[in-house]
C-alpha cells in the first residue's frame, strides 16, 4: 500500500479508502468483519463511515459492525484512521426530525459525536466530517462545539462532505479567525463520468490544503465494465446506473471507454480507480466493497501506472469542465 498526507496534515492515510456503507445493508457483520480484516492486511488505514448508514430502520447499524470489530483487539484501533460523518436525520421511524437532532448546530454536533462514539465502541474518532451544509449555522458556532470536541479528546480533526466550493472557503476563513484548524478534508462525488468537481471544489481544497476523498468512485458501477457484465449475464444494472445507461450520449461514452480498456487489457474498475490516484489534490479515493473479491481488485489499482496516451485517451471520453473561470467566462 502507498500513503500519503491528508491534506496539509500530518496524518499518513492509504491511497484507497475503505468504504462501510455496505457494511449491514449489503454484507452481513462477520463478512464485513472479514473485508476489514483483509483491507488491515493490505495496508489500507483510513476507514469512512457515516452515523446514517444502515438506513431507514437500521441507522446507526454501520458504525455497531465497526464497533465490533475494533473490541476483537489486535490493535485494530489503533492501526486505523477513522472517519465519520454526520448531518442527518437519525430518527428511524421515517418521521421528521425532534428540533436540533439534525444538522449542525452545536447541540446536535456534541450529541451526535457521543452516540457515534457509543456505537464504535471507541473514546475518539480521527476525522469527524460534515456530511452536508447547513445553510442555518454559523460557522462560528459549527467550530466552537468542534474545538470544544478537539479539546476534549473526542475528535482531532474536521472535515466536510459534499460541500461547494465556496463553503470551504468561508469555513476556513472563519476558522482561521478564530485561530482553529478548520477543514482538513473534502469528500467529494468525482470520477471519470463526473469531473465538474476540478472547476471550484477541487480548486478550493487545494488552495486550503484539504485533502479530496472522491466518493462513488466507479459513478454507481457505469464504470466498473457494466456493458460487459450485461452482456455476459453477470449482473442486471439497476437504479443510477440504469438510469443514466438509458441515455444514449452516457451508453455511447461507456462503450467507448470499454472498448479502449479492453484493446489495453485493463480491467475497467481499475482503471477508474488509478485514474483519480493520478489526478490532483486527491488523497484517495473511498473504495465500497461488498466483498473480498471487489476488494482486492480495488487494491490492484494501487500498483497500475497509466500511460499519457490512455490517460489523453480517457479525457477525450470523459473530457473535463476545464478550469474556472475560463470554462464559462472566455
Known amino acids: ?59 446507526g447499524r454501520t458504525e455497531e459492525i465497526l464497533g465490533t470489530w475494533f473490541t476483537q483487539g489486535g490493535e485494530r484501533r489503533d492501526k486505523v484512521v477513522l472517519a465519520t460523518k454526520m448531518y442527518a436525520n437519525m430518527a428511524t421511524d421515517g418521521k421528521p426530525a425532534w428540533p436540533n437532532h439534525d444538522l449542525l448546530s452545536a447541540v446536535n454536533i456534541r450529541r451526535s459525536v457521543e452516540a457515534s462514539l457509543k456505537r464504535l465502541q471507541t473514546d475518539y474518532i480521527d476525522i469527524y466530517q460534515f456530511h452536508h451544509i447547513d445553510r442555518s449555522t454559523p460557522f ?63 480548486p478550493a481544497a487545494q488552495d486550503y490544503g484539504l485533502g479530496v476523498i472522491p466518493w462513488s468512485p466507479l459513478h454507481s458501477g457505469l464504470l466498473g465494465g457494466v456493458l460487459k457484465k450485461e452482456g455476459e449475464g453477470k449482473r442486471r444494472t439497476g437504479g443510477r446506473a440504469a438510469e443514466e445507461l438509458a441515455k444514449p450520449e452516457v451508453r455511447a461514452q461507456v462503450q467507448a471507454y470499454e472498448d479502449l480498456l479492453d484493446k489495453h487489457g485493463l480491467a475497467p474498475g481499475e482503471v477508474a480507480l488509478a485514474w483519480l490516484l493520478t489526478r490532483p489534490g486527491v488523497t484517495g479515493p473511498i473504495v465500497g466493497p461488498r466483498t473480498s473479491e471487489q476488494l482486492t481488485s480495488a487494491l490492484r489499482a494501487v500498483e497500475l501506472e497509466l500511460s499519457d496516451e490512455l490517460l489523453d485517451a480517457l479525457d477525450e471520453i470523459f473530457p473535463g469542465p476545464g478550469p474556472s473561470p475560463e470554462s464559462f467566462a472566455w
Not at 149 to 163: C, D, E, M, P, R
Not at 171 to 180: M, T
Open 1 to 59: 500500500m502507498k500513503y500519503t498526507q491528508l491534506g496539509r496534515t500530518g496524518l499518513k492515510v492509504s491511497r484507497l479508502a475503505l468504504g462501510t456503507m455496505n457494511f449491514g445493508p449489503l454484507t452481513n457483520e462477520p463478512d464485513s468483519h472479514t473485508i476489514m480484516d483483509a483491507a488491515l492486511d493490505a495496508g489500507i488505514n483510513y476507514f469512512d463511515t457515516a452515523n446514517v448508514y444502515g438506513w431507514d430502520a437500521n441507522k
Open 140 to 202: 462560528e458556532e459549527i467550530w466552537q462545539a468542534i474545538d470544544t470536541l478537539v479539546t476534549q479528546g473526542k475528535i482531532l480533526y474536521a472535515g466536510s462532505s459534499n460541500f461547494p466550493g465556496y463553503k470551504i472557503a468561508q469555513a476556513n476563513e472563519i476558522a482561521k479567525r478564530r485561530g482553529s484548524y478548520g477543514l482538513v478534508s473534502e469528500q467529494c462525488l468525482y470520477n471519470l463520468a463526473e469531473r465538474s468537481a476540478e472547476m471550484e471544489v477541487i
